[in-house]
């Protein structure tokens, strides 16, 4: 338990004590640059009331309890580690910035530890095996397919974003299932358009990578290759953030397997990208791009 929880669970306090920890719970980003007078003052109270207030809770005086109050800041641990993560209306700068810490960091965890080697070699030789890749989403998902695709064309592949009903329909059923494979994100798993989607493509015997945040959603039992980006318990206000950090880390990782199996071709041909726009588009400053021709 850090020292930050232990203070808001103490009960046999003075009225004046109960002002000093109530001031530090809820300004705890700015304990750190201030002096026991500075906080006598914030809490109408008095330096020395400061000093007997940190003695009652265990410290020598206010700098022995300032020393670890702001160590324990420094170091991420000042806020109540537990499965749930809830955004509440009146954050602290502290608490804002250790929950959305927690979030990211939790839900990096629970993608990877959803990964078995087993699975990723069979992703890698999905991805080996077809040069195209068409990605479906709808909504938010969207921008998470674009990032992809903005990754795999570096990593040699010609990849497609379908972000609308007929034309996702339509794709699936031209595309050759020789050389294309799909990558279906949904966080739910539920969406009806992208379920029956997924079916049309099962049908014509299109390889399918579907990421998703659970094991039994319902297009997790609707076959292809399933990627889990788990969501995190209790952060109903922040699942899009937490789902879209395990979308990232999948993409990041299919990515590098991508890029690391033709690596010296994948290298050369990004050298020679580079060198073709050295000395035009990559050059250009702002005062290349709106001066006026002579």
């Given at each position: 338990?850090?020292?930050?929880?232990?203070?808001?669970?103490?009960?046999?306090?003075?009225?004046?004590?109960?002002?000093?920890?109530?001031?530090?719970?809820?300004?705890?980003?700015?304990?750190?640059s201030m002096s026991s007078r500075d906080?006598?003052?914030?809490?109408?109270?008095?330096?020395?009331?400061?000093?007997?207030?940190?003695?009652?809770?265990?410290?020598?005086?206010?700098?022995?309890?300032?020393?670890?109050?702001?160590?324990?800041?420094?170091?991420?641990?000042?806020?109540?580690?537990?499965?749930?993560?809830?955004?509440?209306?009146?954050?602290?700068?502290?608490?804002?910035?250790?929950?959305?810490?927690?979030?990211?960091?939790?839900?990096?965890?629970?993608?990877?530890?959803?990964?078995?080697?087993?699975?990723?070699?069979?992703?890698?030789?999905?991805?080996?095996?077809?040069?195209?890749?068409?990605?479906?989403?709808?909504?938010?998902?969207?921008?998470?397919?674009?990032?992809?695709?903005?990754?795999?064309?570096?990593?040699?592949?010609?990849?497609?974003?379908?972000?609308?009903?007929?034309?996702?329909?339509?794709?699936?059923?031209?595309?050759?299932?020789?050389?294309?494979?799909?990558?279906?994100?949904?966080?739910?798993?539920?969406?009806?358009?992208?379920?029956?989607?997924?079916?049309?493509?099962?049908?014509?015997?299109?390889?399918?990578?579907?990421?998703?945040?659970?094991?039994?959603?319902?297009?997790?039992?609707?076959?292809?290759?399933?990627?889990?980006?788990?969501?995190?318990?209790?952060?109903?206000?922040?699942?899009?953030?937490?789902?879209?950090?395990?979308?990232?880390?999948?993409?990041?990782?299919?990515?590098?397997?991508?890029?690391?199996?033709?690596?010296?071709?994948?290298?050369?041909?990004?050298?020679?990208?580079?060198?073709?726009?050295?000395?035009?588009?990559?050059?250009?400053?702002?005062?290349?791009?709106?001066?006026?021709?002579?």
């Amino acid at each position: 338990m850090s020292l930050y929880n232990d203070l808001k669970k103490i009960n046999d306090l003075t009225e004046r004590e109960s002002d000093i920890r109530d001031y530090i719970v809820s300004h705890p980003e700015e304990i750190i640059s201030m002096s026991s007078r500075d906080l006598g003052a914030a809490t109408y109270t008095s330096a020395a009331t400061v000093t007997r207030f940190c003695k009652k809770i265990g410290f020598k005086g206010y700098p022995a309890f300032k020393l670890q109050f702001s160590s324990e800041i420094a170091a991420g641990n000042a806020t109540e580690t537990s499965e749930t993560i809830r955004l509440s209306a009146q954050e602290t700068l502290l608490s804002v910035l250790e929950k959305v810490s927690r979030l990211e960091s939790q839900a990096l965890r629970d993608t990877r530890e959803a990964l078995s080697l087993p699975q990723l070699l069979r992703v890698h030789k999905l991805l080996q095996a077809h040069p195209y890749i068409d990605i479906y989403a709808y909504d938010m998902n969207v921008q998470l397919a674009l990032y992809a695709r903005s990754l795999y064309v570096h990593a040699g592949k010609i990849v497609s974003v379908y972000g609308e009903s007929n034309e996702q329909v339509l794709n699936a059923l031209n595309a050759d299932p020789a050389t294309h494979l799909a990558l279906l994100i949904s966080h739910t798993g539920e969406s009806r358009r992208l379920i029956e989607l997924s079916d049309v493509l099962g049908r014509r015997h299109l390889k399918r990578l579907v990421i998703t945040s659970g094991k039994e959603t319902t297009m997790a039992c609707h076959g292809g290759e399933i990627l889990y980006a788990p969501s995190v318990l209790g952060i109903e206000n922040l699942w899009e953030s937490a789902f879209s950090e395990g979308v990232k880390f999948l993409i990041d990782l299919m990515y590098a397997l991508m890029f690391s199996f033709e690596y010296e071709l994948r290298m050369g041909i990004n050298k020679t990208y580079e060198d073709l726009g050295a000395e035009t588009f990559w050059n250009l400053t702002s005062k290349d791009l709106f001066s006026r021709p002579e």
